[in-house]
T-cell receptor, first 111, second 114 residues
């Protein structure tokens, strides 16, 4: 039973445009949601998180939106840059420290 | 060294070998984790250590044996592995309490079992 799903395995956007990465979840007990970025041959790097009591969190070019009624979150990157090309993982936290990850979305930003 | 380091970065082993993966965190964290990432699958949590005690074991086969001698070091001992165990093994650490949510990952060990 996959509790966190990223239905798009890949996304391609032009430099300067907006990238929107999506994530759906099923467990209403998740209290935090996180986004990680992963380059080849490196471990995942934390990007941004959002508490389940918020609907938006912004950090520079990255904004995460949470729609609890739809059990959906999204990561917006504006403007997209070629260096943003990586695999993006959505993760969700239950009580304590356990994180449940999605399958990842490969973002390619074309110059 | 900073952050979370893992050695070796690559490992090829036969099914009868015994090897160990090492993880070290330089962040002063009090929790450490082992994850497995297979191709096109989500990261799977294997083990969690909090304050050097194993608090979670996610139905992992006994051919994987973790060890956490102190809060900065974590090992994963491997023996009689199967080819399907070939994957990227990631170590992570975090600070429990203080409102920190994120885990910090090492670069991983790419394991190939022949």
């Amino acid at each position: 039973d996959q509790q966190v799903k990223q239905n798009s395995p890949s996304l391609s956007v032009q430099e300067g445009r907006i990238s929107i990465l999506n994530c759906d979840y099923t467990n209403s007990m998740f209290d935090y949601f996180l986004w990680y970025k992963k380059y080849p041959a490196e471990g995942p790097t934390f990007l941004i998180s959002i508490s389940s009591i918020k609907d938006k969190n912004e950090d520079g070019r990255f904004t995460v939106f949470l729609n609890k009624s739809a059990k959906h979150l999204s990561l917006h990157i504006v403007p997209s840059q070629p260096g943003d090309s990586a695999v993006y993982f959505c993760a969700a936290r239950t009580s304590g420290s356990r994180l449940t990850f999605g399958e990842g979305t490969q973002l390619t930003v074309n110059p | 060294e900073t952050g979370v380091t893992q050695t070796p970065r690559h490992l090829v082993m036969g099914m009868t070998n015994k090897k160990s993966l090492k993880c070290e965190q330089h962040l002063g964290h009090n929790a450490m984790y082992w994850y497995k990432q297979s191709a096109k699958k989500p990261l799977e949590l294997m083990f969690v250590y909090s304050l050097e005690e194993r608090v979670e074991n996610n139905s992992v086969p006994s051919r994987f044996s973790p060890e956490c001698p102190n809060s900065s070091h974590l090992f994963l001992h491997l023996h009689t592995l199967q080819p399907e165990d070939s994957a990227l093994y990631l170590c992570a650490s975090s600070h429990l309490a203080g409102g920190q949510v994120e885990q910090f990952f090492g670069p991983g060990t790419r394991l190939t079992v022949l």
